[in-house]
């Protein structure tokens, strides 16, 4: 704490204190149970790592006024020990590609050699934990003859690479590998240092490496998208390079400000950029975010418009990268932990705990929180109703954004997409560069500020603001495109 700002670091156990590791196991099994997540120590622990690491990106002003960017292979980012193993774990996993090559045969999506390598990374994950983290970490709680910290690690290591069985990947497994990391960094596995110096390091020399070995998994294997919501949707697969990415391209701090919540750094390229090819392969290199624009361009074709609408809608935004990094971590929480689709299969142990955190208030009951089973009705006398409130009404749950009250579901969706839910207008209120007729929507939320680790009220869903008209070259109904892979 310094003059009076409050940045919190998520937890770490004490290092010779008896800790009790569990078994991470499944707890939301249904919509309601969301909003007990979002009561959860789990909840706040996965908020308050996210928040560390992404101020870990901002520029940073140095004492002789000079600004200290982290772009990616940066010399200015010293990679320690543990950083330098996981890199090793990464490099290894990747070599398993070539054990296990693709099937040749004609498949639509997902290629079923996939499932082989999952089960030789899930039959190796100890020996890959042991080789790259220290044993005295792994064992920790051996004592006791139950559980250990590694019980806990490798269930996250495991979930990080998509699904054998379904053959695809998504932020879900982002999430786990997160989750991972953090896992890691509460049993005190990254040395002490400055604020924000292992954490960018970890961004940069761990999570970049993880998610171009997923993309080399998704190419690889013909990946389908969990849980997409196709042009409607952020990424087809992952959401934490447009947190950090944009973060990077934020103003500068001092280590005792306040992270910024508009604005840009000095020289950072336009957010329009992303619908420049040439902009894109050039900032890819050094840039999170471009690096995953980059990867949208390797496997969608058409219009950057087209196929991916909400990324062009946000790349109009005018108040700067700052502020694209502020929507992005309220999208996070909406879109990524809010959703049932994607925290049900989330485990939960000791290190990511479903007990209630005693500081947490009480999520009101969303959309984002009843996207799943419900449960069956309570009777009358059975008790008080659980945290998330009462049972929605037939209906309650999320629609396309062409729909209307009483509307057919059959009904054809006229041309239109959504907007993100804090996009406006350019500096000089004009849209970028696009075909004619294509236009970005106001703001759909009023400009708040951001929100501190704990439950976070989730954003309005961002395909819930009016449909536009969709630019198209000759008029017609609009085709979206699909993945090189999609027959």
Request: with cysteine.
């Amino acid at each position: 704490m310094a003059n009076g700002l409050v940045i919190r670091v998520l937890s770490t156990l004490e290092p010779f204190k008896p800790h009790t590791f569990i078994e991470p196991n499944k707890k939301i099994h249904e919509s309601q149970d969301v909003s007990v997540f979002l009561t959860s120590k789990a909840y706040t622990n996965i908020m308050t790592w996210i928040l560390q690491l992404n101020r870990s990106m901002f520029p940073m002003k140095l004492a002789d006024d000079t600004i200290q960017t982290w772009p990616l292979g940066s010399d200015a980012i010293q990679y320690s020990a543990p950083v330098r193993q996981l890199q090793r774990l990464l490099s290894k996993l990747e070599d398993i590609i070539q054990e296990v090559p693709p099937d040749t045969g004609p498949r639509r999506f997902g290629n079923i050699s996939f499932r082989r390598w999952c089960e030789v990374v899930e039959s190796r994950a100890s020996s890959l934990l042991r080789e790259c983290l220290p044993a005295d970490l792994l064992d920790r709680g051996s004592s006791n003859g139950g559980a250990t910290a590694e019980t806990e690690l490798k269930s996250y290591f495991l979930g990080s690479w998509g699904s054998g069985q379904r053959l695809d990947y998504g932020t879900g497994h982002e999430l786990s590998f997160l989750a991972f990391l953090g896992g890691i960094w509460r049993l005190n596995g990254f040395p002490e240092a400055g604020p924000g110096v292992e954490e960018r390091a970890i961004v940069v020399g761990v999570i970049h490496p993880y998610l171009e070995l997923v993309r080399l998994l998704i190419k690889t294997y013909n990946l389908e998208p969990a849980g997409s919501h196709g042009v409607w949707g952020l990424d087809d697969h992952s959401f934490a390079p447009y947190i950090f990415g944009s973060a990077q391209f934020s103003p500068a701090i001092k280590e005792n400000d306040l992270t910024p919540e508009e604005g840009s750094l000095d020289n950072a390229p336009d957010p329009g950029g992303v619908a420049n090819a040439n902009i894109v392969q050039k900032e890819r290199q050094t840039n999170l975010y471009f690096s995953a624009i980059g990867f949208i361009y390797d496997v969608k074709r058409g219009p950057f418009w087209e196929h991916s609408r909400m990324l062009f809608d946000i790349s109009g935004i005018p108040a700067g990268w700052g502020k694209i990094n502020k929507g992005m971590i309220k999208m996070y929480n909406a879109e990524v932990l809010s959703k049932f689709p994607v925290v049900q299969h989330f485990p939960f142990g000791s290190l990511f705990s479903w007990d209630r955190d005693p500081n947490a208030p009480l999520p009101p009951s969303t959309v984002h929180a009843t996207s799943g089973p419900h449960a069956r009705p309570v009777a009358p006398d059975s008790g008080p109703p659980s945290v998330a409130g009462a049972r929605p009404m037939p209906g309650a749950g999320t629609q396309a954004p062409w729909a209307k009250p009483g509307s057919s579901t059959q009904a054809v969706p006229p041309m239109g997409s959504t907007t993100a839910p804090w996009t406006g207008m350019r500096r000089d209120g004009v849209p970028t560069t696009m075909p004619s007729g294509a236009t970005r929507g106001p703001s759909a939320l009023p400009d708040t500020s951001r929100m501190p680790p704990g439950p976070m009220a989730p954003t309005r869903a961002p395909w819930s603001a009016q449909p536009r008209p969709s630019p198209s070259q000759d008029g017609n109904a609009e085709v979206h495109t699909k993945a090189p892979w999609a027959k």
